[in-house]
Each structure stands twice: as C-alpha cells, then as structure tokens.
Antibody
Framework: EVQLLESGGGLEQPGGSLRLSCAAS????????MSWVRQAPGKGLEWVSA????????YYTDSVKGRFTISRDNSKNTLYLQMNSLRAEDTAVYYC?????????WGQGTRVTVSS | DIVMTQSPDSLAVSLGERATINCKSS????????????LAWYQQKPGQPPKLLIY???TRESGVPDRFSGSGSGTDFTLTISSLQAEDVAVYYC?????????FGPGTKVDIK
C-alpha cells in the first residue's frame, strides 16, 4: 500500500525548533519530488516547500525562507522539514505529499502548535 | 508568484444536480513541454487530507468517479460535478504546479441544498 506517515509535530514556543519527518512506503521514494503543505486551523492549503527526487534542489514559500529546511534521505525513504525560529503563524497541520502530476499521495498530517 | 482565485466561495446544490466551481490563475499555467495546463483539483473532507481529483486540468485521477470533470486552459478552469452526491460534500481546491510556489486557490465549500 502506498503510504506517507508524518511525525514530529507538537507544541513549541515561539523561536523554538521542530523537525518533521515523513516516512514513505509502497512506492519508489527516490523517483519522486516531494512537498510539504500546511493548513492553519480553519484555513485553506498553503504549499510550504518542495524538494527534487535526488534532493539536489529545494524550494520554499517566502514566509519560511531562511527558517525552514527541507531534506530527504532516499536510503531511508524519509522526507524531513527542519523548522527553526518558529512563529505563531506557523501553527498548522503539516502534510507531506508525493508529487507526480499534481500531488497524488498525501499523509494524514502532523499538527504543529506554536504558542507560549 | 501565480495567484489562484476561486468562485464561488461556497455553493449549495440539490442532490443529483450539477455543481460548477471556477478557478482563475493570474498568469498562464501552460507547460510548454507538453502543451498541457499544470492545474490540479483536490477534494478535502473534514479531518482528512486532500485527495487529488483532476490533474493536467482535465485528466481524472484513477478511481475518481466520472461525475467529476475538469476543463479550461490558459488562466481559466472549471471543476464540474455532474450529479452531486451526498458524499461530495467537501471543500474543493485548485492548485497550479507550473512553477514554485505551487499555489492553491482559497477553496470552495460545496454543500447539499
């Protein structure tokens, strides 16, 4: 079964850090670009970051540039999002998504709450 | 950045009737390599992740009922549910994957009238 499973979310204070992980199974992880997409409470979807299949290139939305780092370990079939200098506005459910044509596979999401 | 807009914000349709959602991009999302539009539609139900319905503006994802169809090109796109079923109550998003940031529309909530 094709599956993405996120972990690493939780409650963090402003200025703190969290590292999200996304474990992939059921497909050739190293062949596909991957993305992180977030959804603030009661709001719409916001694309956060993407990484190429090889991991050689990464892309970010402006609001997280310099604070978040996307990476992947193709030997472990795992995608990561290192989130530093967290802000209240980063509070959201974070989804990892596999990119084929559009985002065809999504995880169930991990909740990140940034609050003092 | 390509800005995506959707209309209406919400709509209520009787069971069995047609629902139409519009999506507009601020610039073309035509992918020159294959002459196809890099536009996807997703369905999201409460407490669930989004589900891909349509990609390349009009290609239905495997397993998606044929009452869902996508059309349009350039900057104007439409998602049509030909005969609304109770299980179609959800929020629908369009997204461009032509260039980063891969922006989403604000969503359209579909309910039963």
């Amino acid at each position: 079964e094709v599956q993405l499973l996120e972990s690493g979310g939780g409650l963090e204070q402003p200025g703190g850090s969290l590292r999200l992980s996304c474990a992939a199974s059921g497909f050739t992880f190293s062949s596909f670009p991957m993305s992180w997409v977030r959804q603030a409470p009661g709001k719409g979807l916001e694309w956060v970051s993407a990484i190429t299949a090889s991991g050689g290139s990464a892309y970010y939305t402006d609001s997280v540039k310099g604070r978040f780092t996307i990476s992947r370990d193709n030997s472990k079939n795992t995608l990561y999002l290192q989130m530093n200098s967290l802000r209240a506005e980063d509070t959201a459910v974070y989804y990892c998504a596999k990119r084929r044509d559009g985002f065809d596979i999504w995880g169930q999401g991990t909740r990140v709450t940034v609050s003092s | 950045d390509i800005v995506m807009t959707q209309s209406p914000d919400s709509l209520a349709v009787s069971l069995g009737e047609r629902a139409t959602i519009n999506c507009k991009s601020s610039q073309t999302v035509l992918y020159s390599s294959n002459n196809r539009n890099s536009l996807a539609w997703y369905q999201q139900k409460p407490g669930q992740p989004p589900k891909l319905l349509i990609y390349w503006a009009s290609t239905r994802e495997s397993g998606v009922p044929d009452r869902f169809s996508g059309s349009g090109s350039g900057t104007d796109f439409t998602l049509t549910i030909s005969s609304l079923q109770a299980e179609d109550v959800a929020v629908y998003y369009c997204q461009q994957y032509h260039s980063t940031p891969f922006t989403f529309g604000p969503g359209t909530k579909v309910d039963i009238k």
